[in-house]
């Protein structure tokens, strides 16, 4: 067996096996805690989120701000390659889909606890500015400062080594090279590269480095104006071909749900269909929204404001704007075009076959261009937002003192946006999926541990 199969077997470990139990199980078990709340509070969230949080409070950015960089982190290249691998015929099939819609609605829970324990147990520190996230609630409301530790460690890795910039880089690359002539090579490290590989990872690297170099509240000021603007766009081209294939959207859900539970084994048998489209939909749905990851908090640790219970619903529609919206519309478009059946396409080609498809009556090479600008609006904002995580880790692990070492993860972290291009799509995603799965593990070790503090505190809010 060779390094990388050993990987690939983690990886099937890993998520086959407790995080399958563990992640739906924390959304159980706080959905159930806190009475519905992602059903009860919605429409609440979504006012909070449109008039603001009222006056000015502590904190580095706005609670908007704090959730557009959250946003800006898992708006990535999970909605569009993540989605078309989930649903590939090889993989789950359209059943996946389904298992991310659930895992989205229990996620809905977990993101509203992550955001309220991350305010609730967040510091001050003695420049002024607050800090919160998994790593204050693992050591202010747990008591395991070792457990904040380890999830910083992972933290860091998953930023520098994984979704933030190999998955991301390698979701551009892949779009550019089928939008754009790749005929001419460069040497590069060695090996021959297509110019238009080289180029992303020159162009996307110094742009990164322009927003990264300026702090916190440059990429936070940078995500709150993309973002909008990107899912805005995104969602117009795919629900401009939902709604002119809309006759063919009835057949499209009950596949789905046919796929979801066996009974249309889309590879192979249906109890081993079932369990694929289980273990795709739920690993590529928490790989977009980031429910339990423990990723948002950080940001949300960073609002301007006093009131956990606020932060906590802002947040939680980051998850229904992601999953429920986003990557819903991704999978339908894959769907009703019949894209997610062909066998030679995979991550971004399939996604670019429905665009294709669906908007046929545009001028030739419009819905590539649309469908390219989106992805790379999204991997870069992306990037934007991990690197902040990751330099939040380091910040807790050297507690302030060794400024210089938040430098030298920012620097790390950029040569890796400029090297990325270059590493292999399978050795991207299993490595991905490996880091994510190492830093939800203490996160849910938290949740589960704090579920009934923050039921209780949520329940006093909510009578006040």
């Known amino acids: 067996m060779g390094f990388w199969d050993g990987l690939a077997l983690l990886r099937d ?12 199980a924390a959304g159980i078990l706080l959905t159930g805690r806190l009475r519905l709340l992602q059903l009860r509070r919605l429409p609440t969230a979504f006012r909070l989120l449109l008039r603001g949080s009222g006056q000015a409070q502590r904190g580095e950015v706005s609670p908007f701000a704090a959730l557009c960089t959250a946003l800006s982190a898992t708006i990535g290249t999970g909605n569009i ?16 889909l389904f298992w991310m819609w659930l895992s989205a609605f229990l996620g809905m829970a977990v993101k509203y606890t992550e955001g309220f324990l991350a305010v609730r147990f967040r510091v001050r520190l003695p420049d002024g500015e607050m800090r919160g996230g998994p790593f204050y609630y693992m050591e202010r409301g747990l008591g395991k400062r070792w457990l904040g530790r380890t999830f910083a460690v992972c933290t860091a890795l998953a930023g520098v080594l994984g979704i933030g910039t190999m998955t991301q880089m390698n979701g551009i690359v892949q779009a550019a090279e089928i939008f754009l002539d790749t005929a001419k090579t460069v040497t590069v490290f ?3 590269y297509s110019w238009v590989r080289v180029m992303c990872g020159l162009l996307v690297g110094c742009g990164a480095a322009l927003v990264i170099w300026g702090g916190a509240q440059r990429i936070a000021h940078a995500a709150e104006r ?7 766009l995104y969602i117009g081209a795919t629900g401009l071909i939902l709604v002119t294939h809309a006759a063919e959207l009835p057949a499209a859900v009950r596949l789905i749900f046919e796929s979801a539970f066996g009974l249309r084994a889309a590879a192979g048998g249906g109890a081993a269909a079932m369990l694929l489209a289980m273990q795709h939909g739920v690993s590529r749905g928490v790989f977009s929204n980031e429910a339990g990851l423990g990723s948002s908090p950080i940001a949300a640790g960073s609002a301007s404001t006093d009131d956990p219970y606020r932060q906590g619903l802002i947040m939680m529609t980051g998850t229904f704007i992601d999953t429920l919206v986003l990557c819903t519309m991704t999978g339908l478009v894959l769907i009703v075009m019949g894209s997610w059946r062909n066998t030679a396409l995979e991550g971004v080609a399939m996604t670019l076959d429905a665009f294709g498809r669906g908007l046929w009556f ?6 590539d261009g649309i469908l390219a600008v989106s992805l790379a609006a999204f991997a870069f904002t992306t990037i934007l937002g991990w690197c902040f995580y990751g330099e939040r880790s380091i910040e807790y692990l050297v507690r302030g003192k060794h400024l210089w070492a938040v430098k030298a993860y920012r620097a790390a972290y950029l040569a890796t946006v400029f090297v990325a291009p270059y590493v292999g799509t399978a050795e991207v995603w299993v ?27 949520t329940a006093r809010r909510e009578r006040r």
């Open 190 to 192: 060695g090996g021959e």
């Open 13 to 24: 470990l890993l998520w086959r096996g407790p995080l399958l139990v563990l992640l739906p």
């Open 362 to 367: 545009l001028p030739p090479g419009v819905s």
């Open 431 to 457: 490595t991905a999926d490996i880091l994510n799965a190492l830093m939800a593990l203490p996160n849910l070790a938290a949740l589960f541990g704090l579920a009934g503090l923050a039921a209780r505190e």
């Open 226 to 232: 993309i973002v909008p603007l990107m899912a805005g």
């Open 81 to 96: 390659v993540g989605v078309a691998t989930a649903v590939s015929i090889l993989s789950g099939g359209p059943g996946a």
